[in-house]
């Protein structure tokens, strides 16, 4: 069995991964295949891209012992905050990552794709802070459901274009992202938002998250004397916070890897996102990966309360460890998602982002023994969310 779930072997994990791209991209994809690797390991990004997470995105987060939930769950309980850093989500350990690069390689323009708007955000702020010009792909339909993060790109100076094909959300916009770099290749950077895309992007997002691992070896050898815990729990939408959560440990077989997809109103309702469940090998925005699909490969539209899990395809990384049994994936459906979040709230005082309530509500799927450390990714915080919250308001006390 190949032991190197994180490193993909000429752009492949196991089956999947590669770069199916149109011809007309082969230069500029060719290119960052060749650049990324000398760049992120050259010791001047090393030092730029470590100081700007440390003093302006706020790492490392913190490893925060949750006590009362560690009570309800029969486990010893630790939080990953990613919700605490700048902008309010993982995606800025990525978006500052593809600046510095994009920067390094000589580019002017960034472009980029947004769901729930997160990304879009993240990239936004990382061109104003090294002032590149940004462009950002949303659907109309998220657009008109993330008003918020719109006004938010716009005031950071970013041009945030509408993109109206299709069910006009993610899947949409990425497409529209990549037809964009197709007519400007060679001044564009694209910086895409999670462990998709192309080879390179996969490995090249899981190493700007990989430090969510890194940095969860020190604190946990801190807190409770080894390095390792015996379970991870991450939400999974394109896998890039899964993928930094489990990093450094996807060659331990001692380390448990859960992740929670979003399942929507149920796997088999046709109103779903559970891609690792419900997904079938095929190619979609530059990669072989599971793929929500018609028997003659339409793609088919994934539903979710959540808009940052709602895609229809998996990073390649992921789809092979989930066809290698490596991880055990759950979907959650949107009620138990809402339902854990509010748990969550009321339990420890912390709002989630509903992508991260996804993973919280896998604790009550999983058994537990009471001295097993369990580490679960809080990817962001709630407070774009608090209206969709409300519209479920719930008694779950
Ligand atoms: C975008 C997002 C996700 C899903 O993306 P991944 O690449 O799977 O991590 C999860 N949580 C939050 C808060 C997000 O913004």
Not at 51 to 71: N, T
Not at 298 to 317: K, N, R, T, W
Not at 357 to 379: E, M, N, P, R, W
Request: net charge negative; with cysteine.
């Amino acid at each position: 069995m190949r032991h190197n779930y994180s490193n993909p072997d000429h752009g492949f994990y196991g089956e999947f991964g590669g770069a199916y791209i149109p011809e007309i991209l082969h230069r500029c994809v060719s290119e960052l295949q060749d650049a990324y690797l000398p760049i992120i390991e050259s010791d001047d990004f090393k030092r730029e891209y470590r100081s700007l997470l440390r003093d302006y995105v706020g790492r490392p987060s913190p490893l925060y012992f949750a006590r009362r939930m560690s009570e309800k769950y029969g486990c010893r309980l630790y939080l990953k905050r990613e919700d605490l850093n700048h902008t309010g989500a993982h995606k800025i350990n990525n978006a500052i990552g593809q600046a510095l690069i994009a920067r390094r390689m000589g580019k002017t323009h960034v472009i980029a794709e947004t769901g729930a708007g997160q990304h879009g955000v993240a990239t936004a702020t990382a061109c104003a802070l090294l002032g590149m010009d940004c462009k950002v792909f949303m659907g109309q339909t998220d657009i008109e459901r993330q008003r918020q993060n719109v006004e938010r790109m716009r005031m950071l100076g970013a041009e945030v274009c509408p993109v109206t094909t299709g069910n006009m959300t993610l899947s949409d916009a990425c497409s529209e992202a990549i037809r964009y770099w197709c007519s400007h290749p060679s001044d564009t950077y694209y910086a895409v938002g999670s462990t998709m895309g192309p080879h390179p992007y996969p490995d090249l997002v899981a190493r700007m998250q990989s430090v969510i691992s890194e940095e969860l070896k020190w604190q946990l050898r801190e807190k409770e004397g080894r390095d390792s815990p015996d379970c991870l729990i991450a939400c999974i939408g394109g896998g890039s916070n899964a993928a930094g959560t489990i990093y450094h440990y996807a060659d331990d077989d001692r380390v448990r890897i859960i992740l929670a997809e979003a399942g929507g109103s149920g796997i088999d309702s046709g109103h779903t996102a559970a891609t690792l469940h419900r997904g079938t090998p095929g190619i979609l925005h530059g990669a072989r990966m599971l793929v929500m699909q018609t028997g003659d490969g339409q793609i088919e539209e994934a539903f979710s309360v959540s808009a940052g899990l709602d895609y229809p395809g998996v990073g390649p990384m992921h789809c092979n460890m989930a066809a290698c049994g490596r991880s055990e994936v759950y979907a959650v459906n949107d009620d138990e998602a809402i339902r854990a979040g509010y748990e969550l709230t009321r339990l420890e005082g912390i709002i989630p982002a509903i992508e991260s309530a996804h993973a919280v509500a896998v604790l009550g799927k999983v058994g537990f023994k009471a001295d097993d450390v369990v580490v679960l990714t809080l990817s962001g915080r709630g407070d774009k969310d608090v209206e969709t919250y409300l519209k479920y308001r719930m008694d779950v006390l």
